[in-house]
Nanobody, 116 residues
């Protein structure tokens, strides 16, 4: 079983940067992908970025060139570096560890607010 805890959210001005962290406990070796999702008020949860166990990455078109997903296996931590933040990036960001439909783990979420 995997437990996930997000941190690093906060209030930033447009154009600013934040780095989100997702600390994992339990075995992550059975996990096929680590994923960042976000959900804004009144909108569906959307995939932001993903990284596979082999290191391949995938990004939503809206964040390509601005966000970078990475992992530090020694620390069992996943990161999302967010640069050039826009007001439309405002959302609760969730860490997800995916194996299959019966093994799909979520963190509690961290709030990111981009506003001047």
């Amino acid at each position: 079983q995997v437990q996930l805890v997000e941190s690093g959210g906060g209030l930033v001005q447009p154009g600013g940067s934040l780095r989100l962290s997702c600390a994992a406990s339990g075995s992550i070796f059975s996990i096929n992908a680590m994923v960042w999702y976000r959900q804004a008020p009144g909108k569906q949860r959307e995939l932001v970025a993903a990284i596979t166990s082999g290191g391949s990455t995938n990004y939503a078109d809206s964040v390509k060139g601005r966000f970078t997903i990475s992992r530090d296996n020694a620390k069992n931590t996943m990161y999302l570096q967010m640069n050039s933040l826009k007001p439309e990036d405002t959302a609760v960001y969730y860490c997800n560890a995916y194996r299959d439909h019966t093994h799909n783990y979520w963190g509690q979420g961290t709030q990111v607010t981009v506003s001047s």
